[in-house]
Each structure stands twice: as structure tokens, then as C-alpha cells.
């Protein structure tokens, strides 16, 4: 079977089971970073060799703590950036082999959205400008259709066609999020990827802007990979999740079957540490863990290992590989699978 298929899920929205919308395959990133302090260079493996598939229609939520690789994945996926080895397939063709008008193609049908819209955004371009630069650049549309365009996607995203004047410095940090949602959305993508997209708001507005985007995928038919380190915004964006940890996926499951039954005991740490308002004792079921941070990963095992209360010999000398558990649940680790 096709590594990470969900047989579970919501047949309703999926694929029809034949090519997923994205397929990752041992996808890794190597950077050369030079240490502040001793200038000493080093190479950071930012991913190490990812699997996994995307299905049209669904959610994958991608989860883990700071550093773990998930923003390099989102990158990759959109071709902000090159792997270092390793392949993506859009509905079965290779994406590193596109070139000019293939490239292009493929540039309109994926879209990012990224954590800071205060950033992402233009300070010295209008909402309209901003909104139109996509379409120009593709050329899509007479002038006429451009501006209807731009005021059909300001009222997708709740925003009021005048919006079109304004500077971003006048909007709330939601409604520039809305902008920068607008204009992935204004070249019609079939897969958005949002990288922490509400992770720089305000708690009340964070469930608006979540909200929006569960009904923009429900109407327009999107397919998005949802980074968060939050697992409950995660769980409830998300049909699917991936867990990753020192940029490897070591958990996949559908929603539901993860945050019932972790396996993986970086999963089982993450879920307890989420707070419940009653104590931490929820997941009391889980078995207590301890961290050694100290401790680098320096060996060819589990990056998780030196981590784990639970390791044995081989989590530090034999690297886990993916394996399904359950239909639809994969997990990487030597104790759990
Ligand atoms: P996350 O989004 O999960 O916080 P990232 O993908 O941003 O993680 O980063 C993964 C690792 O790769 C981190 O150690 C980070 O410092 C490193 N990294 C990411 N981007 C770069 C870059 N452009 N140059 C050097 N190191 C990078
Ligand atoms: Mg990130």
C-alpha cells in the first residue's frame, strides 16, 4: 500500500484514491550554518528524509516543536526552496524537473501563507495592488476582470471591496492576515500550505481566521498542509496530522486515532503537554517521561532517542523506519511499532 494512505477518512472529500495531490518522497534539506560564538561551520539537517502524501481535499496538519523542520517542508513543497536530495510529485509529475511554463503552472496551483502578515506584506503597496500583482504576473484577465476579481476575493476573505485602498499599516493584524489569504487564493490553488497562520494573533481572533480558512477549503475545494506547533488548532484544522521531530515525521494518523491513541512517545510527551484547565493529568493513562536535553543527536538511531525514557539499545544505533500500526497510522519508533 501506498506509504501514509488513509483508508479511514471521509471518503467524500479525498482523491479518488489513484495519485495523491503531493507525494513527498525521502525529501531532505542540508544547510551550512556558521556558529555565532565559535564560527565554527556546521551542517544543519533542517528535514531528513520525509515521506509522505497529500490527498486532494484533505488537511494534513504538520506538528512539532521550534526547530523541527516544518517551515523547511512548507518551503520545499511550494518551491520557496530546492531540496537537498530527494523527489516531489504533484499529481504524479516530478515538480524539481518543472521549467518555464510547467513552472509557472505549477506556481499559480500552490499557494503559502505565512505567520506574520505584517511582514509578508508590502508596507508601500495598497490591499488592490497587492491583491493584483498575481494576476498580472500571470496575466490573467483584462483590467476590468482584474478589479472585479480583486473585490469577489476581498468579500471571500470578509473583507469590504473599498479594502482596496487601503495601506497595510490600516489594517488589524486579522485583516491583514485576510489579505495575505486573498491573495493566495486570487490565482485559484488547489493546494495552500499555512505556515503558522495564526499564530502571530490576537486568541480572539485566531478561531475567526481558522474558521475562514475551514470554509474557503470547503468552498473553493482546497487541499492545505496546516504547520502549527499548536496542537489543538492543529486538531481542529486537520484530518490527518504528522508529527515530526528533528526533521523527521514520526507519527502519522488520521485526527482522531492520533490524539486518541499516540504511539510514538514524542506524540504521547506533546499531548500531555497540552494544557487542559484541569490539572495535567488528562493523559494520565500515558506513562511519565523525562527529558535529557543535554544530550545531541549524534548517533544513526532515532532522532527522538536521547529524549526518550522508553529507548532501548537499538533506538540509538538503528534508524525506525515508518511503518503502518493501524490502517491509516504510521509510526516510526522502535518501542511502538
Ligand atoms: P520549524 O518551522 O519547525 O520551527 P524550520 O524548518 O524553520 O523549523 O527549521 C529547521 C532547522 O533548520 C532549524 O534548525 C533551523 O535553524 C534550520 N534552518 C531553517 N532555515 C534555515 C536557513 N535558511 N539557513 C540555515 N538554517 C536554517
Ligand atoms: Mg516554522
Not at 517542508?73 to 530527494?86: C, F, S
Not at 503552472?105 to 491583491?131: C, H, M, W, Y
Not at 495601506?167 to 493584524?173: A, I, K, M, Y
Request: aromatic share 6%; with cysteine; glycine share 8%.
Amino acid at each position: 500500500m501506498k506509504k501514509n494512505q488513509v483508508i479511514l477518512l471521509d471518503a467524500g472529500n479525498m482523491s479518488d484514491g489513484q495519485n495523491p495531490l503531493i507525494d513527498i518522497t525521502s525529501l531532505a534539506k542540508v544547510y551550512r550554518v556558521t556558529r555565532s560564538i565559535t564560527q565554527e561551520r556546521v551542517w544543519i539537517k533542517a528535514l531528513d528524509g520525509v515521506d509522505l502524501s497529500i490527498w486532494k481535499g484533505e488537511t494534513l496538519g504538520v506538528v512539532g516543536e521550534s526547530g523541527c523542520g516544518k517551515s523547511t517542508l512548507g518551503r520545499l513543497v511550494v518551491l520557496l526552496d530546492r531540496p537537498t536530495t530527494g523527489r516531489i510529485a504533484f499529481k504524479g509529475k516530478d515538480v524539481l524537473g518543472f521549467k518555464g511554463e510547467t513552472l509557472k503552472a505549477f506556481r499559480r496551483q500552490v499557494q503559502i501563507v505565512f505567520q506574520d502578515p505584517a511582514s509578508s506584506l508590502n508596507p508601500r503597496k495598497t490591499v488592490g495592488e497587492t491583491l493584483r500583482e498575481p494576476l498580472l504576473i500571470h496575466g490573467l484577465g483584462s483590467m476590468e476582470e482584474r478589479e472585479e476579481k480583486v473585490r469577489q476575493i476581498l468579500k471571500n476573505v470578509g473583507l469590504p471591496p473599498d479594502y482596496t485602498r487601503r495601506f497595510p499599516h490600516e489594517l488589524s493584524g486579522g485583516q491583514r492576515q485576510r489579505v495575505c489569504i486573498a491573495r493566495a487564493l486570487i490565482l485559484a490553488p488547489e493546494l495552500i500550505v499555512a505556515d503558522e497562520p495564526v499564530s502571530n494573533l490576537d486568541v480572539s481572533i485566531q478561531a475567526q481566521i481558522l474558521n475562514l480558512l475551514k470554509d474557503l477549503r470547503d468552498n473553493f475545494n482546497l487541499t492545505y498542509i496546516f504547520i502549527s506547533h499548536d496542537l489543538k488548532v492543529v486538531r481542529f484544522m486537520s484530518d490527518r496530522v504528522a508529527v515530526m521531530y528533528g526533521g523527521r515525521v514520526v507519527e502519522v494518523a488520521p485526527s482522531a486515532i492520533l490524539y486518541e491513541n499516540p504511539r510514538h512517545p514524542y506524540t504521547q510527551l506533546l499531548l500531555m503537554a497540552i494544557p487542559t484547565g484541569r490539572g495535567c493529568d488528562k493523559k494520565a493513562r500515558l506513562k511519565k517521561q523525562t527529558f535529557s536535553t543535554a544530550e545531541e543527536i549524534l548517533h544513526d538511531g532515532c532522532t527522538f532517542a536521547p529524549r526518550c525514557a522508553e529507548r532501548k539499545e537499538s533506538c540509538m544505533t538503528a534508524r525506525p523506519k515508518l511503518l503502518e500500526v493501524e490502517a491509516g497510522h504510521w509510526v516510526a519508533c522502535h518501542i511502538s511499532s
